[in-house]
């Protein structure tokens, strides 16, 4: 099949990559000559494990390629993936279709013969149609079928979520273009995962309740986690406990400092727009971002009280930026509100992130920077623990100890034990444990 993706953000890239080493032929389009100039050096422009190699090799083999200008990739491909980003619109929460709709445009005064044109951004329901009806207005004569196909990756395993997927979701009543989203779909369905056809607006709400869900689940055990903190019971055996019940399962049930990143934040608002809209309001998942919001900006606090209740001259070294381990990705993550509410309270604050500085040196500019993790916590007054980095999880304590001006750590992700680490001499703070 010839695909054409337009986006070579998160989602495009990886989709990109993933179908060219299905076999498929693959043009990335961006706008961005920056972005498609190291593309073509072969520098990946964003942090995702596996994905510079999986480029690579597509490149060599001449399955993959990118450019500026899409318009004869548009022209000769079976299938056009729009994958480009849909923001929070500022005023008012809904999500920002105005790169879905002018991808759109472009998309619709090229195609030849019948093409399908497949939403995979994250879209409210109707965006389908309006994209469809935008075609339809400027090439009346066009041939085409409108898709919705929602990705599900996560950030740090995307490639593995792809190629190996707990399911994927199309939508669409057009027999043709089920056809051609099943050649598409080929390499899985020779694996058995499973591909799901519905309508277009059930596969675009779809994506948009299994992040609601999930968001909500976090928040859940988050919640559970502040109860048991009054009661002294430990929220990770309460989560266990309850994870093991298959109804329920185990996964989104570690207690933490709030959900970030670049989906549960803004899913959840346009979601909940979407439903005021519509004048069904779904309250559960208002309250879910109400009180996460309300959580990441409490996070400070608890750095503050370990300090002794006050933060003035005080230093602190924090572990971890990225909104989770395995990605460079800083949108949304509780460092954004932690960090500046720190030094806002005076705190001198030293960082270390493996894989997000550069991001974070825009969006936090009064931070000093550090080489390791180690020296992040150089005469600091406490040590904050904030993305549960694999590096982080055996760190040598006696060392940091010593190079610590005191032995406090705050650990917003629960990777030590506390009885351990009060055993080692640590001031030992966590989430939801005792």
Request: proline letters at 5%.
């Given at each position: 099949m010839r695909v054409t993706m337009i986006g070579t953000g998160y989602v495009?890239?990886?989709?990109?990559?993933?179908?060219?080493?299905?076999?498929?032929?693959?043009?990335?389009?961006?706008?961005?000559?920056s972005k498609i100039e190291r593309l073509h050096r072969g520098e990946i422009p964003i942090f995702e494990p596996g994905l510079e190699q999986l480029v690579a090799d597509n490149v060599r083999a001449g399955r993959l390629e990118f450019t500026l200008?899409?318009?004869?990739?548009?022209r000769s491909a079976d299938v056009v993936f729009i994958a480009v980003g849909t923001p929070t619109r500022r005023g008012d929460g809904h999500a920002d279709l105005s790169y879905v709709y002018a991808a759109a445009e472009e998309i619709a005064g090229l195609i030849e013969g019948f093409t399908v044109i497949v939403n995979k951004s994250?879209?409210?329901?109707?965006?389908?149609d309006e994209v469809e009806a935008i075609i339809r207005r400027v090439n009346p004569d066009a041939d085409f079928a409108v898709v919705s196909?929602?990705?599900f990756?996560?950030?740090?395993?995307?490639i593995e979520d792809f190629k190996r997927p707990d399911r994927v979701v199309v939508g669409t009543d057009d027999d043709r273009a089920k056809a051609v989203m099943a050649e598409v779909y080929r390499p899985l369905s020779l694996n058995d995962f499973p591909v799901i056809y519905t309508s277009r607006r059930t596969s675009e709400l779809i994506k948009y309740a299994?992040?609601?869900?999930?968001?909500?689940?976090?928040?859940?055990i988050n919640e559970i986690a502040d109860l048991c903190e009054k009661v002294g019971a430990d929220v990770q055996q309460v989560a266990k406990g309850i994870g093991l019940d298959g109804r329920i399962?185990?996964?989104f049930l570690n207690a933490g400092p709030g959900y970030g990143g670049s989906c549960f934040p803004k899913d959840t608002v346009a979601l909940v727009r979407t439903a005021q809209q519509y004048g069904t309001p779904v309250r559960l998942v208002e309250?879910?971002?109400?009180?996460?919001?309300a959580r990441k900006k409490a996070m400070a606090d608890r750095v503050i009280a370990a300090l002794g209740g006050s933060g003035a001259g005080k230093t602190v070294g924090i572990l971890g930026l990225a909104f989770k381990p395995n990605t460079d990705d800083m949108r949304d993550a509780p460092s954004l509100d932690i960090v500046p509410a720190l030094i806002a309270a005076g705190v001198k604050v030293q960082a270390y992130d493996p894989e997000s500085m550069h991001e974070a040196r825009k969006l936090l500019p009064d931070v000093d920077y550090r080489d390791d993790a180690y020296s992040a916590t150089q005469d600091a007054d406490a040590i904050v623990i904030l993305t549960e980095w694999d590096q982080f999880r055996a760190l040598d304590l006696d060392r940091i100890k010593l190079m610590a001006r005191a032995p406090v750590i705050v650990d917003l992700r629960n990777i030590y034990r506390p009885a351990e680490m009060r055993a080692r001499g640590f001031a030992y703070t966590s989430i939801g444990r005792g």
């Open positions: 495009g890239l990886v989709s990109g990559a993933c179908f060219a080493d299905f076999g498929h032929t693959v043009v990335c389009v961006d706008k961005d000559p200008d899409g318009a004869e990739a548009i994250t879209v409210p329901v109707g965006t389908g196909n929602p990705e990756l996560r950030e740090g395993a995307a299994g992040n609601a869900f999930l968001a909500l689940k976090i928040t859940f399962g185990s996964k309250t879910t971002v109400e009180v996460n919001d």
